[in-house]
C-alpha cells in the first residue's frame, strides 16, 4: 500500500513521522511532493522517503492521498489531481471548513473521503486527530487511516456536525497553551526566577497537569480543588483569573476559532 502526500508542511512531516516510527509503512512505500523546493528536499533527504515530480504523480500512485494542503488552495489541488485519482484510491484532506458536500463538488463525483482534524504536538507523538469518513469509505479503510493517526497519538470518529469544533479545541488550542506557559513563565521571571528554568516548570506543569487528568479520569474542576487549600495561596491567583474573566477569554476564544472555521 503506498501512501501519497500532497503538501509537505509540519503536519504532513509529523504524519510521515509517526508512519515511519511505528512501521505502518516502509520508506519507499510513501511519496511526497511539495511545490516547495526546500519542503520536498526536506522529504527526500530527511524524511527519507520517495518524492515525486507532481501533485498528479502523487495522486496516479496513491493508495491513500494525504492532501496536507491550507484551506486557500484545496479548490486548486483538487481540479488538478480528480482526473488523476482511482476510484479505489481514499482521500484523506486536513482542511479545515472544507465540508465533504464542498469537498465532493470539487471532486465531480463520488470519491472515497475522510477528512481528519490532526494537531502540531503530534510533532511530539502527542496528537489527537478527529477523523471522520464519508458514506463511501468502508470500515477497513477507516481503520487503515485510524492506524495511520494513531501513530502519533490518539484517534477519535466525529460527526462532521463538529470538526470545526475540534478544529479550535485541539487545532488551535495549543497556541493558546503555548501563550499560557509563556505568561507563567513571565511570571516567575518577573519574581526572579531565570527563564529557561521559569520555561522548564511552567511546561512540565502544564504536561503533567494534562496527563494526571486523562490518567485519572478526573473532572478538571476536581483536581483544581485538590490544590486549592483554604486561605492558601492557590486560591488567590484562582481570584485573580476571575476577576480577570480567564475562563470566559478562553471560551470566547474557542468560539472565535470555530466560527472562523466555518467561514473558510
Not at 125 to 132: H, K, R, S
Not at 146 to 158: K, Y
Request: some cysteine.
Amino acid at each position: 500500500m503506498k501512501t501519497g502526500f500532497i503538501g509537505c508542511g509540519n503536519m504532513a512531516r509529523a504524519i510521515i513521522g509517526g508512519i515511519r516510527k511505528s512501521g505502518f509503512a516502509e520508506k519507499e512505500d510513501i511519496l511526497a511532493y511539495d511545490v516547495s523546493e526546500e519542503a520536498v528536499k526536506y522529504a527526500r533527504d530527511v524524511l527519507q522517503v520517495q518524492t515525486a515530480g507532481s501533485n498528479r504523480e502523487v495522486a496516479e500512485n496513491a493508495d491513500i492521498c494525504v492532501l496536507a494542503v491550507k484551506p486557500q488552495f484545496m479548490a486548486e489541488v483538487i481540479k488538478e489531481i480528480r482526473e488523476s485519482l482511482r476510484p479505489e484510491t481514499v482521500v484523506v484532506t486536513l482542511a479545515p471548513g472544507k465540508t465533504h458536500e464542498w469537498l465532493a463538488g470539487e471532486f465531480g463525483r463520488t470519491v472515497k473521503l475522510v477528512r481528519i482534524m490532526p494537531n502540531t504536538p503530534a510533532l511530539a507523538g502527542a496528537g489527537i486527530t478527529a477523523l471522520c469518513p464519508n458514506e463511501a469509505v468502508t470500515e477497513a479503510e477507516l481503520d487503515t487511516v485510524r492506524q495511520i493517526c494513531g501513530s502519533f497519538g490518539l484517534t477519535e470518529v466525529m460527526p462532521e456536525k463538529l470538526m470545526d469544533v475540534v478544529s479550535a479545541v485541539s487545532g488551535s488550542s495549543p497556541a493558546f497553551v503555548f501563550m499560557f506557559i509563556e505568561a507563567l513563565a513571565d511570571g516567575a521571571v518577573a519574581e526572579g526566577m531565570a527563564r529557561q528554568t521559569a520555561y522548564r516548570f511552567a511546561a512540565q506543569t502544564v504536561l503533567g497537569s494534562a496527563r494526571l487528568m486523562l490518567d485519572t479520569g478526573k473532572h478538571p474542576g476536581e483536581l483544581k480543588d485538590m490544590v486549592t487549600s483554604p486561605a492558601g495561596t492557590t486560591i488567590e491567583g484562582v481570584g485573580v483569573l476571575e476577576e480577570m474573566s480567564f475562563r470566559s477569554a478562553v471560551m470566547e476564544a474557542v468560539r472565535a476559532c470555530v466560527e472562523k472555521s466555518r467561514n473558510l
